[in-house]
């Protein structure tokens, strides 16, 4: 039984800033690569950020400087702290577990409106 819950989502004005969480059960969860992913109306889901096993962390050009992903491994969480946030940043996020092919696991997501 694996479940990845995200929480923190809402409406913000652009400039704002939101935290996102996303607590994982039911997974080793050290041993997985954590992954932000967002989707937007009429829009493909796109990668947002990733944070490693190890803590290394990636982001898309788009959030890059504004976003920061990290984890804390005794919580079982991933965070995705998003500062200076812009309509464009408007969408459904989702938290990603990967360990393996067969081990590779979403949450619901949460949404997020940033208003103008």
């Known amino acids: 039984q694996v479940q990845l819950v995200e929480s923190g989502g809402g409406l913000v004005q652009a400039g704002g800033s939101l935290r996102l969480s996303c607590a994982a059960s039911?997974?080793?969860?050290?041993?997985?690569?954590m992954r932000w992913y967002r989707q937007a109306p009429g829009k493909q889901r796109e990668l947002v950020a990733t944070?490693?096993?190890?803590?290394?962390?990636n982001y898309a050009d788009s959030v890059k400087g504004r976003f920061t992903v990290s984890r804390d491994n005794a919580k079982s969480t991933v965070y995705l702290q998003m500062n200076s946030l812009q309509p464009e940043d408007t969408a459904v996020y989702y938290c990603?577990?990967?360990?393996?092919?067969?081990?590779?696991?979403w949450g619901q997501g949460t949404q997020v409106t940033v208003s103008s």
């Open positions: 990603n577990a990967y360990r393996n092919y067969d081990n590779n696991y």
């Open positions: 039911g997974i080793i969860f050290k041993l997985n690569r």
């Open positions: 944070i490693t096993s190890s803590g290394i962390t």
